[in-house]
């Protein structure tokens, strides 16, 4: 068993069981194959809210937020991958690496930028909104007890540059900045509908 799937079925229970945390429409991630999941919130409770519901295993790259709190030691234990460096190069390597083998990735907040995975591993893409991730502080979780909203929007598949064009091995900036935006309008929507559901508030 892997590291992340050890922490799902170890911390989720713990998760579930400190707040009501309310998933929909888990069905949207895929249960094989490489998968990218985008989740904007910034909260240092959209990880292990996402962790304690998300129907597979997802090598995290937590927001700073979290990654404040616990450090990357404490990220690398609960099967993720830490930020490193300012352009975040072994980061995404290793990320493209977890992708390549069938894995699952979880990007939260905004570092390291999409883009670039998208166009060298071409993986399906699925947007994560988390709802009341946060107290008054990023760093500060909600109160015990309250609801916490995991919104899984619908599966993409990255679109083609050019006709009939493969992805290429080392992607130019071209190609990452057309991925990047057209994961930043998807987000943007899942996050539109979640606000919607829960009655306009985020």
């Excluded at 699925?126 to 109160?143: A, E, N, Q, S």
């Amino acid at each position: 068993m892997s590291r992340a799937a050890h922490i799902r079925n170890l911390f989720g229970p713990l998760v579930r069981r400190m707040y009501r945390i309310h998933v929909h429409g888990s069905s949207s991630v895929p249960s094989t194959g490489p998968v990218l999941l985008l989740c904007p919130q910034e909260g240092i409770l959209a990880v292990p809210a996402f962790i304690s519901v998300t129907p597979r295993p997802v090598h995290v790259i937590a927001n700073e937020s979290l990654a404040r709190v616990i450090g990357s030691s404490g990220i690398e234990n609960i099967g993720g991958i830490p930020i490193s460096g300012p352009a975040a190069i072994d980061t995404q390597n290793r990320a493209a690496a977890a992708l390549r083998s069938g894995g699952a990735v979880g990007i939260f907040g905004g570092n390291p930028s999409p883009g670039w995975l998208v166009a060298k591993e071409a993986p399906v893409v699925v947007p994560v909104i988390v709802v009341g991730d946060r107290g008054r502080v990023l760093t500060d979780p909600p109160r015990i007890g309250s609801q916490v909203d995991v919104f899984f929007g619908p599966a993409s598949t990255p679109p083609a540059v050019g006709e009939n064009r493969k992805i290429p091995v080392v992607p130019n900036r071209s190609e990452a900045r057309f991925r990047a935006e057209w994961c930043r309008q998807i987000v943007m929507d899942a996050q539109e509908q979640a606000i919607q559901r829960t009655g306009g508030s985020q």
